[in-house]
C-alpha cells in the first residue's frame, strides 16, 4: 500500500482508458508529424458505404506548483491564449480553489455548473464548460473535502474529462499550489505534468518534492504520466539570485529545463486587471511565452503548429 498525498492507494490497474491510450498512441506514431492521440482512418470497406471517423483525444497537461506564487496560473492562462492563436483546440481546466484563472478568462463568478460540480457528481464536464474554460470557485475546496471520502477518488477527474477529451486538441490543467487530492486528480488524468518553479533559493527543493508526487501517481495511478519539464517563473535574470537559481535547475534537471525563463513584471498584473493578455499588452515580454509555447511544441512533437507559431511571432514582433 503506497501513500500519496496523505491518502492510501492501492496497486495501479491497467484501466480500458490508459489502455486505450496507449494504442492511439502507438497508431499516431505512424506517419510523421502525426498528433499524439489520433488514430488513423480505417480504410474503406466493401458494400454499404460507411462513416468514417477519426478517434482524436486531447493531450492533457497539469500544470503545477508545490507553493503559491510561482506564475502557475498565469503560465496555464498565457499558454492557452497563445496556443488557440495558431489554431490549437484549448480546454482550460480551473482546478485551484481561488479560482484566480477562471477570473483571468472573465468567466462569471455565479458560473454554473463548474468543476466542484463535476467532481461532486451532480454535472457532466461538457456541461460545465463556459467558452472553453472549466471553472473553479471556493465551492472547489468542499468538493475536495467529500471526495475525500468516496472510492476511487484519485480517478474523478480523469473520468470526468473523457469526454471533452474527444473534443478538444489540448487540455491545460491549472493545479492547486499544493500536493493534495485535487492534484493528484489532476495528475491521474494527465499525459504529462509542467512544473512552475519561482526563481528563488528553495526552488530546487519545492521541485524535488513535487517530483516524488509525481512519480508516486505515475507508479501507482497512472503508468503513462510523463514528466514535460520544469519552468524557471517570474525571474528577475539581471541579479545573481536568479540566475544562481536557473544555474541549480539545469544542474539538477538537465534538458528537463526550459531554456525560456519567464521575466518578473508588474506588466503581469496590469494586464490580467485590463482583461488583457500580456501578448497585446506587452508585446515585448509576451515574446517569453511564445518562445516557451514553441518549446512546448517541440516537446509534444506537434510540428505543425509550431510553424505556425512562428509565423505569429514574427507578425507580433513586427507589430
Known amino acids: ?65 508545490q507553493k503559491g506564487g510561482t506564475g502557475k496560473t498565469t503560465t496555464t492562462r498565457t499558454l492557452t491564449d497563445v496556443l488557440r492563436r495558431v489554431g490549437i483546440d484549448v480546454l ?13 478568462f472573465d468567466v462569471p463568478a ?34 475536495e473535502l467529500i471526495l475525500s471520502g468516496k472510492m476511487g477518488r484519485e480517478m474523478t477527474l480523469r473520468r470526468a474529462l473523457r469526454e471533452p477529451a474527444k473534443r478538444y486538441d489540448l487540455i ?3 493545479c492547486p499550489p499544493s500536493l493534495g487530492l485535487l492534484t493528484v486528480n489532476a495528475l491521474v488524468a494527465a499525459d504529462h505534468a509542467l512544473m512552475s518553479s519561482e526563481a528563488e533559493y528553495f526552488s530546487l527543493q519545492g521541485v524535488e518534492q513535487a517530483l516524488e508526487v509525481i512519480e508516486l501517481a505515475k507508479d501507482s495511478l497512472n503508468p503513462d504520466l510523463e514528466w514535460l519539464g520544469v519552468l524557471l517563473n517570474i525571474a528577475d535574470m539581471r541579479t545573481v539570485h536568479a540566475r544562481e537559481a536557473l544555474v541549480q535547475l539545469k544542474q539538477r534537471f538537465g534538458e528537463r529545463v526550459f531554456e525560456t525563463p519567464i521575466r518578473r513584471s508588474v506588466a503581469y498584473a496590469e494586464s490580467a486587471e485590463r482583461g488583457t493578455s500580456i501578448i497585446d499588452y506587452r508585446p515585448d515580454l509576451g515574446a517569453d511565452y511564445l518562445a516557451l509555447a514553441g518549446e512546448l511544441l ?14 505569429l511571432r514574427d507578425d507580433l514582433l513586427a507589430a
Not at 482550460?92 to 483571468?104: I, K, M, R, T, W
Not at 463548474?114 to 470557485?137: E, F, M, R, S
Open 1 to 65: 500500500m503506497i501513500l500519496l498525498g496523505g491518502w492510501p492507494y492501492p496497486p495501479a490497474r491497467q484501466s480500458a482508458a490508459a489502455v486505450r491510450r496507449r494504442a492511439l498512441r502507438s497508431s499516431a506514431s505512424d506517419g510523421a508529424g502525426s498528433r499524439r492521440g489520433c488514430a488513423p482512418e480505417a480504410p474503406e470497406r466493401t458494400g454499404p458505404r460507411r462513416a468514417i471517423v477519426a478517434l482524436r483525444m486531447a493531450t492533457t497537461i497539469a500544470v503545477m506548483s
Open 298 to 311: 517541440e516537446r509534444l512533437g506537434w510540428k505543425d503548429e509550431r510553424k505556425r507559431l512562428e509565423g
Open 92 to 104: 482550460a481546466v480551473d482546478l485551484d480553489p481561488q479560482g484566480n484563472l477562471s477570473d483571468y
Open 110 to 143: 455565479d458560473a454554473s455548473p463548474t468543476v466542484a460540480d463535476v467532481l461532486a457528481g451532480q454535472a457532466k464536464a461538457l456541461d460545465a464548460i463556459h467558452d472553453g474554460v472549466l471553472p473553479a470557485n471556493l465551492g472547489l475546496a468542499e468538493s
Open 172 to 174: 491545460l490543467i491549472d
